[in-house]
Nanobody
Framework: VQLQASGGGLVQAGGSLRLSCAVS????????MAWYRQAPGKQRELVAH???????NYADSVKGRFTISRDNAKNTLYLQMNSLKPEDTAFYYCNRIPSGLPWGQGTLVTVSS
């Protein structure tokens, strides 16, 4: 199993980024997936998740700003992040929900004020 997140970077507050996660080793199309994040010194938290059928749910802190989506043909999970805030700074990871796959390296998002 491999979960390869990409698309992070440095962005100013109010900016946007689109994260991608290439998934291999599982039957992606039937697996509920999620984005998680971990800020320095904090525990990993659930950001958003999406069912195999495309239903979505979001943490209150990102609702209305982030959009999770999936492309089952490409075995890829996405996270569109708009109106970014400094408190969104963290490493972002994808995994199934509930998490149970080996964690990948994640991708770092840094939002400057």
């Amino acid at each position: 199993v491999q979960l390869q997140a990409s698309g992070g970077g440095l962005v100013q507050a109010g900016g946007s980024l689109r994260l991608s996660c290439a998934v291999s080793g599982i039957i992606f199309s039937i697996t509920p997936m999620a984005w998680y994040r971990q800020a320095p010194g904090k525990q990993r938290e659930l950001v958003a998740h999406i069912t195999s059928g495309g239903s979505t749910n979001y943490a209150d802190s990102v609702k209305g700003r982030f959009t999770i989506s999936r492309d089952n043909a490409k075995n890829t999970l996405y996270l569109q992040m708009n109106s970014l805030k400094p408190e969104d700074t963290a490493f972002y990871y994808c995994n199934r929900i509930p998490s149970g796959l080996p964690w990948g390296q994640g991708t770092l998002v840094t939002v400057s004020s």
